[in-house]
């Protein structure tokens, strides 16, 4: 199981690092500037995790957050925003040079190919390679951001899967956490390709930074793992009150209505009705998504509504069944004289033993 467990470790983080050098040659290759490849820098941090988790961790996961999520997104954010920003190359020409270049690179790898195949040797497989990769280079930019931005939450989803639970999560949680993922990671690909790809949009760079931000605000939520674990809450806590019993009892339910209203639906719905109203961009898929935000604002709204409509309902109806379960044995009775240990006696408020004098034959004879 430590074979497996280190295994996972190795082979998610180097799925991360793979990818995340994947996006700073996209920008070298567009900025073309070789001082971008610095940013391959930040995937130190995740070495360095890496270390640290097989160190004191022996490979498991932290409670509660992931921080080789969190570093992996720390990697390839910067590389997916310079791209997004570098709005040059963000629509395919349509031109035949284009087409006929392609075309051409396409024949030059086949050649080398079958040259390959023929000779098979080491420079007929460096040659192969590096048609290969400037047959890569001549896909048109914007399928390439895209597919990033495919490939990236593709990666979070896979990698969450792959990296040892901790101690805070069982499996049955690990899937319900998975499937959010999978609903949550189509809704923001949907988020930023209806909206950066509008020329009103773009035309705009103050608005291409803010649909970033809320772009990279709502990544936050994938390191986090508080949506699926649920707390054991004492029924001590009832004593205490409303806002204590709530919070305790349905701590992860309301952690998933935070991220919904706070992280991810909530400021969809702003960006979307920002740009319906003000900067004029209506379609078909942007009024859907928009009605789709406002219905899941609303619901969780209800659904907080309804869970706090049956805690009081619990309080007020189940006052003396709380009280009965949080009774102390220590605590006095009615008559003052608490139950005590029946091996060692029966016991006052002070806890001293009570002393029981004999009865004597005067005294029998003389009770009626």
């Known amino acids: 199981m430590e074979g497996l467990v280190l295994l996972n ?29 610095l940013l391959a820098l930040l995937n130190l941090l995740l070495f360095l995790e890496t270390g640290l988790t097989l160190k004191f961790k022996r490979g498991r996961g932290y409670k509660w957050f992931s921080p080789a999520i969190f570093l992996y997104l720390i990697s390839i954010v910067p590389s997916l ?7 040059e190359t963000q629509y395919c020409s349509s031109q035949p040079e284009g087409t ?19 000779d098979n040797g080491a420079d007929d497989l460096i040659r192969t390679a590096q048609v290969f990769v400037n047959n890569l280079s001549t ?15 593709l990666m979070l989803i896979i990698g969450r899967w792959l990296l ?56 936050l939520q994938f390191p986090l793992d508080l949506a699926v674990q649920h707390v054991v809450c004492p029924l001590s806590m009832a004593m205490r009150g409303f806002p204590s019993f709530f919070f305790c009892q349905y701590s992860a339910d309301l952690w998933n209505i935070g991220i919904s209203i706070f992280i991810q639906d909530g400021p969809f719905l702003i960006v979307r009705l920002i740009l319906m109203t003000y900067f004029k ?23 907080l ?6 805690v009081r309902t619990s309080l007020l109806h189940q006052p003396g069944r709380l009280k009965a379960k949080h009774h102390c044995p220590c605590e006095p009775t009615a008559s003052g004289i608490s139950s005590g240990d029946p091996e060692s ?24």
């Open 139 to 153: 896909v048109c930019e914007k399928v390439w951001t895209l597919g990033l931005h495919q490939t990236f939450l």
């Open 305 to 310: 509504v309804v869970l706090a409509m049956d």
């Open 100 to 118: 006929s270049q392609n075309s051409s690179s396409k024949e030059n790898f086949n050649q080398t190919l079958i040259s390959s195949d023929q």
């Open 345 to 368: 006696g029966s016991k006052g408020d002070l806890g001293v033993p009570l002393q029981t004098s004999p009865v004597t034959p005067e005294d029998s004879q003389s009770t009626p």
């Open 164 to 219: 040892p639970i901790g101690g805070g999560i069982t499996r049955d949680q690990l899937s319900q956490l998975l499937l959010m993922f999978v609903g949550t990671a189509a809704d923001i690909l949907e988020f930023t390709s209806e909206t950066l790809e509008e020329q009103n949009v773009r035309n705009s760079p103050a608005l291409v930074y803010a649909i970033l931000v809320i772009w990279t605000w709502s990544m």
């Open 81 to 87: 925003w310079l791209l997004e920003m570098h709005d």
């Open 281 to 303: 961009v209506i379609n078909q898929m942007l009024v859907f998504f928009a009605a789709k935000n406002f219905l899941v604002v609303v619901l969780q709204l209800y659904r």
């Open 9 to 37: 470790n190795l082979a998610t983080r180097l799925l991360f690092v793979l990818h995340s050098l994947v996006g700073v040659w996209r920008v070298t290759e567009v900025k073309k500037e070789p001082r971008y490849w």
